[in-house]
C-alpha cells in the first residue's frame, strides 16, 4: 500500500454543452442526412474547463484553489474524484477519497435522512460493521431528532445543511476533496462544526479546498493554485498567490456582491 | 488553528487501498480495459445494488398499506380481466387460456419493464454519479435486481392461478433456469445500452416505448403462437418470442425444447452484448459530462 499522492499531468477536461437540437437523436440524424444541414450539426459547445494542468500533491500537503466562478476549480475537484475523466493528460490518485463538492451529496430527497446516511456510507466504501457507528454519529451531531426518520425531501434548507455537513464530516478518507459550501451556514453551527471539521481535515493526508475566502486559504493550505479559465495561472506559497491574486483581478461591489 | 492532534472519537474510515488511474484519450484497448474494470468494481458492490434496488421498490410504495403486494394485486387484476376477455375473444377455453395468459403477462412485465426502465438508469442516478466515482455497472445492477424483485412478487399471481386451475409444471419447468439466467446476462447489456444512449440524446425513450408497445402485440404474449397457422414458423425472426419462449414452454411443461429458439435468443444476445459493450467502453468515460 503506497503512500496517498496525487499525479496530473497535462490535463485538459472538455465540457460538452448540449443544448436544443443536439439532445434530439431525430434532430442529429435529420442533420446528418441532410447535407443542407449538414455544418450545423455539431450544435454543441464545448468548453475547456481545465487546461493542460500538472501539479503533484504528496501526504501531508494542502492545497487550496482560488479564482473566479467558472475558473474550473469545481471541475478540478471532479476530475480528482474521478467523476470526469480527463480528454488529455494523466490523473493518478492513490488513496481513498472523499469528495465533498456540494450539500447535498449525492442524497436522494425521496429517503430518509438514516437511508441516506447508510447509502452514503456504502458509495464510500465502509465496511458493514461500520455503518450503525457511521450513522451513529452523524445522528447525534445533526441534531435532527425523529426528522432522521423522515424524507430529506421535508427538512428546512438549515437541517439539509446539517445533515450534510454531519455526514460529510464523519468519514474520515486519506483525501478529502471540498468545496467551500462546507464553511458556508448559520453562524451558531459553524461555531459548533468548526472543531470538527478541522479535525477531519487534519487526519486527511491531503487536502484539496476550493474557496473564495483569502483567510481560510492562508489559515488552512500550505499551497495554492490559482485557476483562471481553466488555465493554472499562478502557483505557490498561499500568501503570494493570494496576493497576486487580489491585486490583478479587479474588485467592484459588483462581484463582491456576486460571491 | 490546526495544531492540535486529531482526535479519534469519531472516525471512520473507508476500507482498502485504492488506486485511480486515467489518462486521457485512450486507444479502443485502454477503453475496453477501463470498462472491464467498471464491470469488475460494479459486481463487486452487489450489495449496494441490492439496497438500492430494494429502497427504489419500497420508495415507490411507501405510505400506501399494501406496500409491493401492490404490484401483484394489480397485476392479478389485469390477468383476470383480460382472461376473461380474451377467452371469450378467440373462444378458447379459459381453464387452458388462463394460466397460460397469466405467465405469459407476468414475464412480459419483466422484459418490458426492463427494457423501459434502462432509458432512465443513468440519468435516475444523476446525483450519485456527480458526488462520487461510482462503476456504472452497479445501476444497471440495481436495474436488474430491482426488476427482480417486482418479478418475484408477480410470481405469485402465477402460482394462484396455475393453483386455481390445477395446472402443475412438471420436472421440466426446471428447464426455464437457462432462460431466466440468459435473461439476467441480456438485461445487463440492455442498461448498458439503451442507459448510455439515452444519457446523450434524451429523445429516446418515447421511441422506446412504442417499440415496445408493438412489441407486445407482435409476440404471442396475449395470443399463442398456433393462433397464427402456417405463419408460426417464422415466429422465431421475433427475439423477444425467442427470449420469453424459452422461459415459458418448459415452465408449462410443454416441452421439447426446439434447438431454434436457442438459436435466435443466443444469436439476439450475442449481438446485442456486442453493441452494448462496443458503445459503452468507448463513451463510458464521457457519460458523467452527459448527465
Known sequence: MGTPCIQIEGVSVLFPLYHGNARSLKKTVMAAASGRLGKDRQHRVVVQALRDVSFTLGGGDR?????????????????????YEPVIGRVRVQGTVSALLDSTLGMNMELTGRENIMLRGLYNGLPRPALPRLEDDV????????????PVRIYSAGMVVRLGFALATAIRPEILLMDEWILAGDAEFLERARHRLETMVRSAEILVLSTHDM????????????????H??????????????????????VVALAD | MLTAAPSMDTVVTPEADALLELRGDPSFATRNRLAMRDVAQGTRLLRLAWTLAWLDIRLRYRGSMLGPLWLTLSTGIMVGALGYLYAGIFHTDIHDYLPYLALSLVLWGFLGSVVSESCSAFTESEGIVRAVRMPFFLFAARLLIRNVIVLAHNVLVIVVVFTVFRVWPSWFALLAIPGLLLWAIDSLAVV??????????????????????IAFFMTPVIWKPEQLGSAQALLWLNPFFDLLEIVRAPLLGAVPIVH????????????????????????????????
Not at chain 1, 63 to 83: E, F, V
Not at chain 1, 139 to 150: M, Q, V
Not at chain 2, 192 to 213: E, H, K, N, Y
Request: aromatic fraction near 12%; proline fraction near 3%.
Open chain 1, 232 to 253: 493554472l495561472r499562478l502557483d505557490g506559497s498561499p500568501d503570494s498567490v493570494a496576493d497576486a491574486y487580489l491585486g490583478l483581478t479587479p474588485q467592484p461591489a
Open chain 1, 63 to 83: 492545497l487550496g484553489l482560488i479564482g473566479s466562478n467558472g475558473a474550473g476549480k469545481t471541475t478540478l475537484l471532479r476530475t480528482l474524484a474521478g467523476i
Open chain 1, 215 to 230: 483567510s481560510t486559504l492562508k489559515a488552512w493550505c500550505s499551497r495554492a493554485l490559482w485557476l483562471d479559465q481553466g
Open chain 2, 192 to 213: 448498458l445500452l439503451l442507459g448510455t444512449f439515452c444519457a446523450r440524446f434524451r429523445d429516446i425513450l418515447p421511441i422506446v416505448s412504442s417499440v415496445m408497445q
Open chain 1, 139 to 150: 445522528a447525534e451531531f445533526a441534531g435532527l431528532g425523529d426528522f432522521l426518520d423522515l
Open chain 2, 260 to 291: 431454434h429458439l436457442w438459436l435466435g435468443a443466443g444469436v439476439f444476445s450475442v449481438a446485442i452484448w456486442a453493441l452494448a459493450w462496443f458503445l459503452f467502453a468507448r463513451v463510458r468515460g464521457r457519460i458523467a459530462f452527459w448527465l
